[in-house]
């Protein structure tokens, strides 16, 4: 726009001139009030996060001043989006990603800026403290570079069965310690639920996505021995592949996964050198299928349509879901109790970590012209637990109150301020606990969240690349194909008795061979070795 100066009074000059260059800024991510405006992509949504934000203006108007513009999508929608915003260079200052989503890809078309220079910066003590090297070393590439900053608390979840504590001491048995407890728990509810004197659906409720996830599963145990499942080389937990190594860890052994006949596990250490998925699939599956609810593949909440509405007595899913399942039960007049099915996890041990211990990322498009802004606000979000807090909780006296340095108490009110905190404020550095649990889920967060739980894996970092050419990308597609139409059938219980489950088994395994298998298989060995020799070259 054209601004006339030509015989203006100077102070009328001097106005015009800034009213100009506010108007200017505003137009590149300004405002009037000269902060910058970052624009966040992010799924899901917040609640009554106005006064969260109102208050972080106040806070930082003297100095970071920056405001921001978060557009929220559901997952589908945000995951769907996200290329084509990257591909057509649309205004982006911050974007949550993950391998779930496009990371993989997109970080390897380059369309995230490297951002690794501000971890080391004096500049940025917030990301200094709260993302040392070793947090950062799976989003660390070979030449240095940094595409995504993780968001986690803990290498690992705890997986539970949370059961009615209630209907277990109705039946006379003892608190459940192992698998063969809880089947005779889930035997004793059918039994009612057959003969009337239960109003439910089954025993136990699972969803499409989780399944029956580590239950009678070896996956945790086998990590002590080596034995590593490789993320990002199957649609599902279940489907992915394994890979051996040597004692040293320096040697890939072999790879292998569902449906490989056991002399592919040959050189795999004992007792895992034989195919213990495909006995899973084939007995245990069923076997825990069978006091499962009959639509599983189609359940969208299982805990919220199911247990918490007793239409079931037991439902799979993580320690982080026992407070609100207890203050559910309890507001019915019940109790709630949590079996943690992994033998490894149940007696406290230590954990060989998976290789990926961040499943949620933030990265700035290459086409932001703010990085130093943007990476500025997420500084100052870890430079003190009070900033941390503010996004993560809310405002202090209104929607929590601290207790004690790591615990905390929420308050209820019509405004309370909810985050999906996994998206941006999650960090090993500032883990608060829910007060209201019991002493003895709080020691399981405890467990859980402590680093010395957890031994490094010997590929802590790896990711495989399921795109690194376009022969694998093609045989990944259509093996990944194959395994969603089957994953329910084999996953979910749904071929229905262990011979069944076996027929369905072959079948599977004779069309992803057909797929492409053997191309992920080297690809596996290959990317595994690689990564294996690159970390001994920098030892």
């Not at 015989?7 to 137009?27: K, Q, Y």
């Not at 100095?63 to 205004?91: F, Y």
């Not at 006091?291 to 805990?303: F, G, K, L, P, V």
Request: net charge negative; with cysteine; hydrophobic share 40%.
């Amino acid at each position: 726009m054209k601004i006339l100066l030509k015989r203006m009074p100077a102070a009328r000059w001097l106005a015009a001139l800034c009213a100009a260059l506010l108007l200017a800024a505003a137009g590149c991510g300004g405002s009037a009030d000269g902060s910058v405006t970052l624009k966040v992509y992010l799924f899901g949504e917040a609640q009554n996060m106005d006064k969260v934000l109102d208050r972080f203006y106040a806070e930082t108007k003297d100095t970071l001043n920056v405001k921001l513009d978060i557009i929220w999508s559901s997952g589908a929608d945000h995951r769907e989006k996200m290329p084509l915003m990257m591909s057509n260079q649309e205004d982006a200052d911050l974007v949550f990603d993950a391998y779930w989503m496009n990371l993989n890809r997109l970080s390897t078309q380059g369309a995230y800026a490297d951002i690794s220079r501000y971890f080391t910066d004096s500049q940025y003590p917030g990301l200094r403290s709260a993302f040392p090297p070793e947090y950062l070393r799976q989003v660390t590439n070979a030449d240095g570079s940094i595409y995504a900053i993780p968001f986690t608390q803990a290498a690992e979840d705890i997986q539970v069965i949370l059961l009615r504590k209630d209907l277990r001491e109705k039946y006379g048995l003892a608190p459940i310690q192992s698998n063969a407890e809880l089947e005779a728990f889930f035997k004793r509810v059918k039994a009612d639920i057959d003969s009337g004197a239960l109003a439910m659906v089954s025993p136990f409720a699972v969803g499409p996505s989780r399944g029956f996830y580590y239950l009678d599963d070896d996956i945790i145990e086998k990590r002590a021995a080596n034995v590593l499942n490789i993320d990002g080389t199957g649609n599902g937990v279940g489907m992915m592949f394994d890979v051996a190594l040597s004692a040293d860890g320096k040697t890939v052994l072999g790879a292998a996964t569902l449906g490989d006949p056991d002399s592919a596990y040959a050189r795999f250490p004992a007792p895992y050198n034989r195919n213990t998925r495909n006995d899973r699939v084939i007995n245990a599956i069923p076997k825990w299928a069978a006091y499962a609810q009959a639509d599983r593949q189609t359940e969208t909440n299982a805990s919220s349509n199911l247990f918490d509405v007793e239409k079931v007595a037991a439902v799979e899913g993580n320690i982080s879901n026992y407070l609100n399942a207890s203050r559910t039960m309890e507001r019915l007049g019940k109790s709630v109790e949590a079996y943690v099915y992994v033998p490894t996890m149940q007696k406290r041990e230590r954990v060989v970590s998976q290789a990926l211990t961040a499943w949620n990322f933030l990265c700035i498009p290459r086409q932001s012209k703010k990085v130093d802004k943007t990476m500025a606000f997420i500084d100052w979000l870890f430079q003190s637990r009070a900033n941390h807090d503010l996004f993560e909780f809310g405002i202090e006296g209104e929607d929590w109150t601290a207790v004690g340095e790591d615990e905390y108490a929420d308050i209820a009110g019509e405004h309370k301020y909810m985050f999906p905190g996994y998206e941006m404020t999650w960090n090993p550095s500032y883990i608060r606990i829910d007060t209201n649990y019991p002493e003895e889920i709080k020691a399981l967060f405890k467990y859980q969240n402590d680093p010395a739980t957890y031994i490094a894996s010997p590929i802590a970092g790896f990711t495989f690349n399921n795109e690194a050419d376009s022969t694998l990308r093609t045989a990944y597609a259509s093996v990944a194909g194959i395994q969603a139409t089957y994953r329910p059938i084999l996953m979910l219980g749904l071929a229905g008795s262990p011979a069944k489950a076996k027929a369905a088994l072959e079948e599977y395994y004779g069309k992803v061979k057909n797929a492409g298998l053997e191309v992920i298989r080297k690809a596996v060995i290959d990317q595994v070795q690689a990564y294996l020799d690159r970390e001994q070259r920098n030892l």
